[in-house]
């Protein structure tokens, strides 16, 4: 790649060869495809290194979490996994003297289709009290993408409409924030 960065790599460091790692690898595969997808037909500028890179990389904190489910046996919330990954990213950067400030800002924006810190303070998240919204078009891509595939179950992607329908379980501004998404990269329901 262009920008010096190899997110497989990264990965091997924090995560021994292991189901969870085969998982993530999947996962982040898949969001990675399906962000290259959308980019393709979308016309939205974006420098698709990043892209890459970043969808390899943004769920690289989920390790430190409790998801049993997923094979994550850590302490922290899950909603934390961005804010970690964002965290581990800083730290390997400077170790490595490799900028990854970009890729950690797209691990802690991407959650649902972003969180407001109002959304903290009022859901009572363990998260500081910020907003981790996404705002480069490379950080929007890979927060839509991810909401196509779940690292549990048969990781198939989902269907718009049930995608769709779970961003509004979440209440009404995280639905807004999705389909403002859907409407930048011309992403639609394609089964009517």
Do not use: W
């Not at 010096?4 to 969001?31: C, G, M, N, W």
């Amino acid at each position: 790649m262009s920008n010096a960065v190899d997110p497989l790599k990264i990965i091997e460091f924090f995560y021994p060869a292991s189901p969870l790692r085969d998982l993530l690898i999947l996962h982040s595969t898949q969001v990675c495809n399906k962000a290259l997808a959308i980019a393709e037909k979308s016309g939205v500028p974006l420098d698709l290194d990043i892209v890459r890179t970043g969808a390899m990389l943004h769920d690289i904190g989920i390790g430190h979490c409790h998801a049993p489910a997923i094979l994550c046996v850590g302490t922290a919330d899950y909603i934390e996994h961005g804010t970690m990954g964002a965290s581990m990213l800083r730290q390997y950067g400077a170790k490595h003297n490799i900028d990854l400030e970009k890729y950690a800002l797209i691990c802690e924006r991407h959650t649902g289709s972003g969180i407001t810190a109002e959304e903290v303070v009022s859901q009572k998240l363990p998260l500081k009290v910020k907003d981790y919204l996404p705002l480069s078009n490379e950080e929007k891509l890979i927060a839509l993408a991810d909401k196509f595939f779940s690292k549990s179950g048969d990781q198939q992607e989902r269907p718009f409409p049930k995608v769709r329908k779970s961003m509004a379980k979440f209440g009404d501004a995280s639905l807004a924030r999705f389909d403002e998404l859907c409407h930048l990269f011309g992403v639609q329901d394609e089964t009517n």
